[in-house]
């Protein structure tokens, strides 16, 4: 059996066929979600604490913690990230791949 090795784009879900338009819409949830994972780790913060700051259930922590990404909309981790304050820098940089 013989593979063949590509370059990848950049974005691991346009390299699996994803259109343009789904896969920078999937990789700005992944990277928020990715952050909001940094933030509640560099906080030293428990799911619980994490739950009560961001107005959530535990149980969406858990799910956000363990990379469920197809339970949270891009839009309701945009509203997290305004309730909590943390940088917007991975979603400035996504969207500058957006107008490229």
Not at 1 to 6: D, K
Not at 13 to 29: H, N
């Amino acid at each position: 059996m013989t593979s063949e090795i590509h370059e990848s784009s950049g974005n691991v879900f346009l390299d699996l066929g994803y259109s343009r338009e789904d896969a920078e819409i999937l990789k700005m949830r992944a990277d928020l979600m990715a952050e909001v994972r940094g933030w509640i780790k560099q906080n030293d913060l428990t799911q619980a604490r994490a739950a009560e700051i961001l107005h959530v259930s535990q149980s969406r922590i858990s799910d956000l913690v363990r990379g469920k990404w197809e339970k949270f909309s891009l839009e309701m981790l945009i509203a997290g990230f305004w309730v909590f304050a943390l940088s917007l820098s991975v979603m400035v940089a996504c969207a500058d791949d957006i107008l490229r």
